[in-house]
């Protein structure tokens, strides 16, 4: 069982370029999230999504979009990244009944 | 809304002492209470977690109790080992609407031989 599953697990971009950090899971849940974590800040809300065809805003939204046109997949997309960009992005899923399951993480990096 | 407020790290301790990681909550209704690990480098992942009043979670060594008057889960281990060593966040979920969770700022464990 393969749990949460992200792709690139780092990367570097210059300033201006766009990117789709890539999360997957096998699990059928339908609640997924993506977080970002700076250091000595915690976890912060990006963007969730309660099933299939449904998104919403979390607590740091601008500068990113999703989709979610399966169970299985949430990608997060970059746009015109900025240098305030530069974290570490954790997708997450979870059932009503379970704990939330995470990704290894991107460490994503723009200069 | 929602949050969750744990102690600020670094703790450090050496190997055998007696940890206790504080957390409070804010939260209406009845969340389910969780403590998470991150191992560097890795993501987070579940370490115990408590779904109702004065319910004990327990795993590895350590244990919390939801505790619904103080709003409080604070982890305890009775004896840390090196390999402890790891940031640990304190988290709740709400049992309705889009159960997202509300993590504490995570607390850095340092253990020294």
């Known amino acids: 069982n393969a749990g949460v599953t992200q792709t690139p697990k780092f990367r570097i971009l210059k300033i201006g370029q766009s990117m789709t950090l890539q999360c997957t899971q096998d699990?059928?849940?339908?609640?997924m999230y993506w977080y970002r974590q700076d250091p000595g800040m915690g976890l912060k809300l990006i963007y969730y999504?309660?099933?299939?065809?449904?998104?919403d805003k979390g607590e740091v939204p601008n500068g990113y979009n999703v989709s979610r046109s399966t169970t299985e997949d949430f990608p997060l997309r970059l746009e015109l990244a900025a240098p305030s960009q530069t974290s570490v992005y954790f997708c997450?899923?979870?059932?009503?009944?379970?704990?939330?399951?995470f990704g290894q993480g991107t460490r994503l990096t723009v200069v | 809304g929602d949050s969750v407020t744990q102690m600020e790290g670094p703790v450090t301790l050496s190997e055998e002492a007696f940890l206790t990681i504080n957390c409070t909550y804010t939260?209406?209704?009845?969340?389910?209470l969780f403590w998470y690990v991150q191992y560097p480098g890795e993501g987070l992942q579940l370490l115990l977690k408590?779904?109702?009043?004065?319910d004990k979670g327990s795993n590895k060594g350590f244990e919390a109790t939801y505790r619904k008057e103080t709003t409080s889960f604070h982890l305890e281990k009775g004896s840390v080992q090196v390999s402890d060593s790891a940031v640990y966040f304190c988290?709740?979920?709400?049992?309705?609407?889009?159960?997202?969770?509300?993590f504490g700022r995570g607390t850095s464990l340092i253990v020294h031989p």
């Open positions: 999504s309660v099933g299939a065809g449904i998104t």
């Open positions: 939260a209406t209704g009845y969340p389910s």
């Open positions: 988290a709740l979920r709400p049992t309705g609407g889009s159960y997202i969770p509300t």
């Open positions: 699990m059928n849940h339908n609640y």
């Open positions: 997450a899923s979870l059932t009503a009944n379970t704990e939330a399951f």
């Open positions: 408590a779904t109702k009043a004065d």
